[in-house]
């Protein structure tokens, strides 16, 4: 099993609609998880920090459930720029700061 | 302003040359990684730093090579003996310290080797 999984996608969604990413890790002694935003051929750009406490920022909603081990993404109305990658990212204690990004999940925004 | 450079943005070189990476940044952040994205796969980590004069293998270090004398500087060479160097390498730093700090990345290489 990877450490990190998401599903690659595409997902084309139609702008104004809302879409949802999962992301599963497998290690439960995880501490910390980010979604970033990485558009094709630049560099991963953070997004987001995600807290059991679930964060909003805007059109975008982040949530951890540590019981279940994945994290999620909310964006609603979705506009034609959010098009791009968004990486899961999962961090651990491990004598350094072990970092595993999930292979990423696509969306196409479609006018 | 704070980041991190990373040059060139395109680097072309034959088979069998050993190439260097440069990577620089300014945020005061003791922790540098490089990592390599393929095309359908995620990011990899190739070696990391998290002090100066320290640096540990990660994942995939097999042909390639790191220094870290500033704290400033972490540069990658890429050997002639990793089997398939043509990719997009990033370098990221970080705050040092547990496992809570998010990573910051540069714009990437593109090494394309033939």
């Known amino acids: 099993r990877k450490e990190v999984e998401q599903d690659p996608g595409p997902f084309n969604v139609p702008e104004g609609a809302t879409v949802a990413f999962n992301c599963t890790y497998s290690?439960?002694?995880?501490?910390?998880f980010f979604w970033y935003r990485q558009d094709c051929r630049k560099e991963p750009k953070l997004l987001m920090s995600?807290?059991?406490s679930g964060n909003e920022d805007g059109r975008f909603t982040a949530q951890l459930n540590r019981a279940s081990q994945y994290i999620s993404l909310l964006i609603r109305d979705s506009k034609l720029s959010d098009s791009a990658t968004y990486l899961c990212?999962?961090?651990?204690?491990?004598?350094?700061?072990?970092?595993?990004f999930g292979i990423g999940t696509k969306l196409q925004v479609i006018p | 302003d704070g980041g991190i450079t990373q040059s060139p943005k395109y680097l072309f070189r034959k088979e069998g040359q050993n190439v260097t990476l440069s990577c620089e940044q300014n945020?005061?952040?003791?922790?540098m990684y490089w990592y390599r994205q393929d095309p359908g796969q995620g990011l990899r980590l190739i070696y990391y730093?998290?002090?100066?004069?320290?640096?540990q293998k990660g994942d995939i270090a097999e042909g390639y090579s790191v220094s870290r004398e500033k704290k400033e500087s972490f540069p990658l060479t890429v050997t002639s003996a990793q089997k398939n160097p043509t990719a997009f390498y990033l370098c990221?730093?970080?705050?040092?310290?547990?496992?809570?700090?998010?990573?910051?990345f540069g714009p990437g290489t593109r090494l394309t080797v033939t």
């Open positions: 290690n439960s002694a995880s501490q910390s």
């Open positions: 990212v999962v961090n651990m204690k491990e004598g350094y700061q072990k970092v595993t």
């Open positions: 995600v807290y059991s």
């Open positions: 945020l005061n952040h003791d922790a």
């Open positions: 990221a730093s970080s705050r040092p310290g547990g496992a809570g700090y998010e990573q910051y």
């Open positions: 730093s998290q002090i100066v004069n320290d640096f």
